[in-house]
């Protein structure tokens, strides 16, 4: 049973717009989510991470929002650039145990110039 | 270095075979993971090794056994596969367990196919 669900399996977006990747999640227990982004022939990568005592974390071009309420986290990109085309995982896990990663199937993300 | 480095690549095995994939980090982190992916799915948790010890084994068939010779190296065995093991193998490592002190640093993969 899918924990961690990422809807939208591409998205497609211009270069210099913003690119918002969805994620839901189902186990309320969760505190501690995460994005990675995998290029092909590559392992992922590690993007950004938000606790749950937090609503928005940013890094640069890319903040992560959390609705703990909803049980969804975004994923905003700003500007995109087309360096910015991979596959984007989402993940949500305990803090206690930070092994048990929940991935969510992956929104491939393409940036047209 | 930032690198966790997985040999092979891609390898090739019949059913009968017995091979190992290798997964090697120097960046003094304390727990290794190993992780499966199939296509168009997430990555699925495998094991995971705490100070060189198997903390965790996610009833993975006993086809596969891990190994962690050292805190830089991690191996999986492998035995009397299935076609339907065929799969990215991702190797990863982290400080610790504890996400909180750091992320996971995932290795290229080895895309095994079994014949």
């Known amino acids: 049973d899918q924990q961690v669900k990422q809807n939208s399996p591409s998205l497609s977006v211009q270069e210099g717009r913003i690119s918002i990747l969805n994620c839901d999640y189902t186990?309320?227990?969760?505190?501690?989510f995460l994005w990675y982004k995998k290029y092909p022939a590559e392992g992922p990568t590690f993007l950004i991470s938000?606790?749950?005592?937090?609503d928005k974390n940013e890094d640069g071009r890319f903040t992560v929002f959390l609705n703990k309420s909803a049980k969804h986290l975004s994923l905003h990109i700003v500007p995109s650039q087309p360096g910015d085309s991979a596959v984007y995982f989402c993940?949500?896990?305990?803090?206690?145990?930070?092994?048990?990663?929940?991935f969510g199937k992956g929104t491939s993300l393409l940036v047209t110039p | 270095d930032t690198e966790v480095t997985q040999t092979p690549k891609h390898l090739v095995m019949g059913m009968t075979n017995k091979k190992s994939l290798k997964c090697e980090q120097h960046?003094?982190?304390?727990?290794m993971y190993w992780y499966k992916q199939k296509a168009k799915k997430p990555p699925e948790l495998m094991f995971v090794?705490?100070?060189?010890?198997?903390?965790i084994n996610e009833s993975v068939p006993s086809r596969f056994s891990p190994e962690c010779p050292n805190s830089s190296l991690l191996n999986l065995h492998l035995h009397a596969l299935q076609p339907e093991d065929s799969a990215l193998y991702l190797c990863?490592?982290?400080?610790?367990?504890?996400?909180?002190?750091?992320?996971?640093?995932f290795g290229e993969g080895s895309r095994l196919t079994v014949l």
């Open positions: 990863a490592s982290s400080q610790g367990i504890q996400f909180l002190t750091g992320e996971l640093f």
């Open positions: 186990n309320s227990m969760f505190d501690y």
């Open positions: 938000i606790s749950s005592i937090k």
């Open positions: 993940a949500a896990t305990f803090s206690n145990s930070g092994y048990a990663l929940n």
């Open positions: 960046m003094g982190h304390r727990a």
């Open positions: 090794y705490s100070y060189e010890k198997l903390s």
